[in-house]
């Protein structure tokens, strides 16, 4: 069973420029969750999604987007790139929404980003 | 609002040498608890969790961890390391959700 793949793994940007990831949960699951991972604030919880959905939302400022498509798999969008969003994006897929019970994530080996 | 602490940033153990990394919490309710460890370049890999039931859970590559409610504690033990545990660990809560709140981290180095 394939895990979470994360495309691309590593990508440099300059600022004020956009950047798309892309996951692709594990088959068969539905939600998928994304995490921005810094050596400064952590990991830190930015979005998740459901049925194309989103169900929560992190305290990121609103140049942090997403969205899922029919066929679960996920993407996530920062527009006008700053020097802070150096980061590793994490995603996470599960086979249930979050509130439907505690659940396990199984996470991919995420996206190096690098803002110059 | 939840928090995890992990209170040591760095732990260095020798090979072979018992090993427990502490985890503290705050949350209001019962919590959902995990670990996860993280090699250098990759993603997050879950070791144990806890929902409920036996507050002693066992996870893989020999870990442990114990739910203690009234310290508000869920610490990570291995009675023997070897060199490929080094790694950073993650403790972390959950809620219903599907949103995790991480500690800070400890990064694990093994002694030969």
């Known amino acids: 069973k394939a895990g979470v793949t994360q495309t691309p793994r590593y990508l440099i940007k300059t600022r004020g420029q956009q950047v798309t990831l892309s996951c692709s949960p594990i088959?068969?699951?539905?939600?998928v969750s994304w995490y921005q991972q810094t050596p400064g604030q952590g990991l830190q919880f930015l979005f998740e999604?459901?049925?194309?959905?989103?169900?929560n939302k992190g305290n990121f400022p609103g140049r942090f987007s997403g969205r899922q498509f029919s066929n679960s798999r996920s993407e996530m969008n920062v527009s006008t790139l700053e020097l802070g969003d150096s980061a590793l994006y994490l995603c996470?897929?599960?086979?249930?929404?979050?509130?439907?019970?505690?659940?396990?994530?199984?996470f991919g080996a995420g996206s190096r980003l690098t803002v110059l | 609002a939840q928090s995890v602490t992990q209170p040591d940033i760095h732990i260095t153990v020798s090979e072979g040498a018992s090993l427990e990394l502490r985890c503290n919490y705050s949350?209001?309710?019962?919590?959902?608890l995990f670990w996860y460890v993280q090699s250098p370049g990759q993603g997050l890999q879950l070791l144990l969790k806890?929902?409920?039931?036996?507050?002693l859970v066992q996870g893989i590559k020999g870990f442990e961890a114990e739910f203690k409610r009234s310290q508000s504690s869920f610490n990570l033990r291995k009675p023997s390391v070897h060199w490929s545990d080094a790694a950073e660990y993650f403790c972390?809560?959950?809620?219903?959700?599907?949103?995790?709140?991480f500690g800070g981290g400890t990064r694990l180095m093994v002694k030969p």
């Open positions: 996470a897929s599960s086979p249930r929404q979050g509130h439907s019970g505690a659940n396990v994530l199984t």
């Open positions: 088959s068969g699951h539905r939600s």
């Open positions: 999604y459901f049925s194309e959905t989103q169900r």
């Open positions: 949350y209001g309710a019962t919590p959902y």
């Open positions: 806890y929902f409920s039931g036996d507050t």
């Open positions: 972390a809560v959950g809620n219903a959700g599907n949103m995790l709140t």
